[in-house]
């Protein structure tokens, strides 16, 4: 079983390259905003139970697919430090079932996030919309490092297109 663990700062096309990704591979996609919107519909992100929950469900979708050996393609917004946590729990679950986890951050240029941002298409899931929102975020955490403990593969995906960042994905960790 392969967890594809897609990261990179918002609009940076996690979401699409991952459904790209899912087309050439019949892996599942775990959107991360998916267990965002579920513990959000209950909790203040200022709770100390919303956190601990997104965590929680993540780690343990993670762990039943790496079970079940199904292969998953997750998408996520790292932020150093503050993941390192979760990255490394992420990792010791999946390793545990036999899985490996395949590490790709996504970024592109500043202006590019800026024009994708206001994409109709980021509103379905409340994601990040206004240029406003993007760079305070942006100036406020460190969302452009790699992720610890294990390499990544790395895309400027300014000028590629998703089809063949997915390819490209699929290819260098033989999936």
Same mark, same amino acid.
């Given at each position: ?27 599942? $996609? ?9 513990? %959000?519909?209950?909790?203040? #992100? ?14 343990? #979708? ?16 790292? =932020? ?7 990255? %490394?729990?992420?990792?010791? %679950?999946?390793? %545990?079932?036999?899985?490996? $986890? ?12 800026? &024009?994708?941002? &206001? ?22 955490? =460190? ?21 063949? $960042? ?10």
């Amino acid at each position: 079983m392969a967890l594809v663990f897609i990261y990179g700062p918002p609009a940076a096309g996690k979401l699409t390259v991952a459904n790209e990704l899912a087309k050439l591979t019949k892996y599942k $996609v775990f959107h991360n905003h998916i267990t965002v919107d579920m513990v %959000r519909s209950i909790f203040d #992100m200022k709770s100390k139970a919303y956190a601990k929950l997104i965590d929680l469900y993540r780690l343990e #979708m993670f762990e039943a697919a790496a079970k079940e050996h199904q292969g998953l393609i997750f998408t996520f917004v790292y =932020d150093k430090p503050g993941d390192d946590y979760f990255i %490394r729990e992420t990792i010791q %679950r999946v390793q %545990r079932h036999g899985g490996k $986890v395949c590490f790709v951050q996504l970024y592109c240029q500043k202006e590019e996030l800026s &024009k994708r941002v &206001k994409h109709s298409s980021r509103a379905k899931f409340a994601k990040i919309r206004s240029k406003a929102k993007l760079h305070r975020v942006i100036n406020k955490y =460190d969302l452009f490092s790699k992720v610890p403990y294990k390499r990544s593969l790395s895309i400027d995906n300014t000028d590629i297109s998703p089809r063949k $960042v997915a390819q490209e994905i699929k290819s260098h960790y033989k999936l």
